[in-house]
């Protein structure tokens, strides 16, 4: 049986996106990209690459801000997911309907946050196995090939979905990280909209 496995990078672009870029290039290896708004604008280049190069671009809101997008409004995170969308748009020419919220979906993405994004029509990915890059990419970034294995062996079926991050400690191990993936019925895919599979915390089959 193949088993599917969905390599995602969050926070980019950045300095660090064409080492990354180079790198799956090189390994033939398609991933998806949760970006940010603001940095869409200063990297425009690494965006319309990333395109260019078979990879899905996927929205990851315009603050990154706890306060700014699960407080108040309830359509908070829906409004920067599009704007996210149209800056992607504008950029790019491609619309792209796949979030992420920051920091995970749970707990902060309550029923309400949710249908705002049903109601923008778009679809919201957490992971299924976390490198916690985030911690150790400085630190530890052999730890985040340790994290990676471990966390695919415990999941017992269905595809795997990845959290990585656009950084330079990432960056200086994800080819070895592949490596150590990538064996006899591993498939690695980018995001396809026309095989979109429910992967969130809440288990909301709505998005």
């Known amino acids: ?81 599009r704007h996210t969308q149209k800056t992607l748009y504008e950029l790019t020419g491609v619309t792209s309907h796949l979030t992420r919220a920051p920091f995970g979906s749970h707990p902060y993405m309550k029923e309400d946050l949710r249908h705002g994004l049903v109601q923008y029509m778009m679809k919201m990915w957490d992971w299924n196995v976390d490198t916690v890059d985030w911690k150790h990419h400085e630190t530890a970034p052999e730890r985040i090939i340790e994290n990676a294995i471990k966390g695919i062996d415990a999941v017992a079926e269905g595809p795997i979905v990845i959290l990585l991050h656009v950084t330079k400690g990432t960056a200086s191990v994800l080819s070895r990280l592949i490596d150590r993936i990538n064996k006899d019925g591993v498939q690695f895919r980018a995001y396809d909209p026309e095989q979109h599979f429910t992967m969130n915390f809440w288990d909301d089959n709505r998005l």
């Open 1 to 81: 049986m193949v088993q599917d496995i969905y390599l995602t990078f969050d926070d980019g672009p950045n300095d660090e996106m064409d080492n990354i870029l180079d790198i799956l290039k090189t390994k033939k290896v398609k991933s998806t990209f949760f970006l940010v708004e603001p940095n869409m604008r200063e990297y425009p280049q690494a965006v319309l690459r990333l395109i260019e190069e078979g990879h899905y671009p996927a929205l990851h809101s315009v603050t990154h801000d706890k306060r700014m997008l699960y407080e108040g409004n309830p359509l908070n995170v829906a409004e920067e997911m």
